[in-house]
């Protein structure tokens, strides 16, 4: 039986569990006081006796509030920095002495444990999954987005709503801080799908999406165009990497369907946008092309690494970048 004074706020959509977190604060802190609320994160849990912080009764007042941030810990990313790990195994087994406090906490203590993605691995994140009362903050789906953005924007048209979801990769964080600026940029009459070319800068996917598109289409000086573009806002190696990931996964894509994988099976595996996966399936007559590209985009990448290139390395990236794209429909 879930406890109504644990609480587990967890899941991607970081807006609105924002939003809830700082209503829960604010609420309690006008019932009950600043001064029975307690934060606590990686850094100050240093400093504190957990299992102390969590069984001490409230002493003035009727209720007391504990927020810990990111507890239950995420799992730990493979770029993430050494010195994070070290920084954690500082902490005296913090997520145990929680975990044997849990059940022993005074029903006047309020716990709040925030985790956007916590290791669900560790027994903390199982035991609150049991005890605790759930709020799960998950992304929105295409037509609940579509209808958050006309709420928050109603003079936007239809086109220009289509154009800011793919321009975001509907990244409802990204999203909320692009419909402020389009607030104030268009006070008065619609938002049209050109406003929101002008302002919404599209993200490195959205852009090489548009790029690789061209390219599974074999429509090589629209590549070549889209390609300059966004040279002139990205590094040349990171837009080459998104490429060629790209691109794999275009193969990957049609080597499952050539197979008889579902549809939906292939986008699960392979956790490509339904969207963008419409758009591979329609160009699959072209994969042929696309593994001689790809292909040809891999012995580029080999010789950039090994020297084989002479000059400077991001002409010559850039450069044979540009050559492979402009002969695509010459082999």
Known sequence: MP???????????????????????????????????????????????????????????????????????????????ENTEEVLTKIPDTESRILEALDRIPE?????????????????????????????????????????????????????????MEYTWEDINRIESEIDKLALYKQNGWITEADIK???????????????????????????RELMSILDTHNVHYVFATILSTLRTFLYAGKLLISHYEGDTVQSLLKIHPYAFEKMRKNMKHRERIQKLFSEFVLLDKRIKTGEWIGDGDESLKFGIEKAILCLQKN
């Open 198 to 224: 002008f302002i919404v800068m599209p993200n490195i996917e959205t852009s090489v999406f548009t790029l690789t598109d061209s390219l599974f289409l074999l429509e090589s000086s629209t590549a070549h």
């Open 108 to 164: 006047t203590t309020v716990v709040l444990f925030i985790s956007t993605e916590p290791d669900k691995r560790k027994s903390l994140y199982k035991k609150l999954l049991e005890v605790a009362t759930l709020k799960q903050y998950e992304k929105l789906e295409w037509n609940a987005l579509r209808e958050y953005i006309h709420k928050k924007l109603p003079h936007i048209d239809v086109t220009a709503v289509a154009r800011l």
């Open 3 to 81: 406890r109504s004074n644990i609480v587990f706020f967890t899941g991607s959509n970081h807006i609105f569990l924002r939003r809830d977190l700082d209503a829960w604060i604010d609420i309690f802190s006008k019932k009950y006081g600043e001064y029975n609320i307690s934060r606590l994160d990686r850094e100050n849990l240093l400093k504190t006796n957990i299992q102390s912080e969590l069984l001490t009764p409230v002493f003035l007042g009727e209720k007391r509030l504990i927020v810990l941030e990111n507890i239950p810990f995420a799992t730990r990313e493979k770029d993430e920095p």
